[in-house]
T-cell receptor, first 112, second 116 residues
Framework: RKEVEQDPGPFNVPEGATVAFNCTYS??????FFWYRQDCRKEPKLLMS???SGNEDGRFTAQLNRASQYISLLIRDSKLSDSATYLC?????????????FGAGTRLAVHP | DTGVSQDPRHKITKRGQNVTFRCDPI?????LYWYRQTLGQGPEFLTY????????KSRLLSDRFSAERPKGSFSTLEIQRTEQGDSAMYLC??????????????FGSGTQLSVL
């Protein structure tokens, strides 16, 4: 089983739609969680942190469910510019170091 | 530009040749990571430096790969005797350390390696 799993998609949605992605992780000792956005042929960029209490940034809401070991990203009122791959990142402190583990990403395509 | 910079952006080489990539991290960050990414996959960890010390290496990093970070500033990643399977995007990231189990990575634009 992969340490971090994501549905690869693509999620094809019209502008204005609400879309949600989930990401599951296998190690219950994981400590921090993030969503990164990656445009085609570009580097990943930090989108937002994820907390148990939820984290909202404009149209984006991230949530952590420790009991079920998944994190989610909700995008409301989708824009064409939201089209990208969304990478889930889990951090585990192990062997004295932070181990950052990336999911394979979920691709979102927003169409007019 | 105060972000992470990588050079070159693209590298095409023939199998068996050696290649070297450079990364200049954000100056205030003392941690530096190298990742490799292939199409449809997330970045895979290769190695990690804290200042000039290389503290961890992935099993992905065969003996043909070597990374250095002299003086704790820029870093280089060298691949010797390249193979077609080495073709990938090589990403460098510098890190804002927030504590045990918590840090944020800032990536460079990557070096796209194509081995013919």
């Amino acid at each position: 089983r992969k340490e971090v799993e994501q549905d690869p998609g693509p999620f094809n949605v019209p502008e204005g739609a609400t879309v949600a992605f989930n990401c599951t992780y296998s190690n219950s000792a994981s400590q921090s969680f993030f969503w990164y956005r990656q445009d085609c042929r570009k580097e990943p960029k930090l989108l937002m942190s994820v907390y148990s209490s939820g984290n909202e940034d404009g149209r984006f809401t991230a949530q952590l469910n420790r009991a079920s070991q998944y994190i989610s990203l909700l995008i409301r009122d989708s824009k064409l510019s939201d089209s990208a791959t969304y990478l889930c990142v889990v951090i585990l402190f192990s062997g004295g170091y932070n181990k950052l583990i990336f999911g394979a990403g979920t691709r979102l395509a927003v169409h007019p | 530009d105060t972000g992470v910079s990588q050079d070159p952006r693209h590298k095409i080489t023939k199998r068996g040749q050696n290649v070297t990539f450079r990364c200049d991290p954000i100056s205030e960050h003392n941690r530096l990571y190298w990742y490799r990414q292939t199409l449809g996959q997330g970045p895979e960890f290769l190695t990690y430096f804290q200042n000039e010390a290389q503290l961890e290496k992935s099993r992905l990093l065969s003996d043909r790969f070597s990374a250095e970070r002299p003086k704790g500033s820029f870093s280089t990643l060298e691949i010797q005797r390249t193979e077609q399977g080495d073709s990938a995007m090589y990403l460098c990231a510098s890190s804002l350390y927030l504590g045990q189990g918590n840090e944020k990575l800032f990536f460079g634009s990557g070096t796209q390696l194509s081995v013919l």
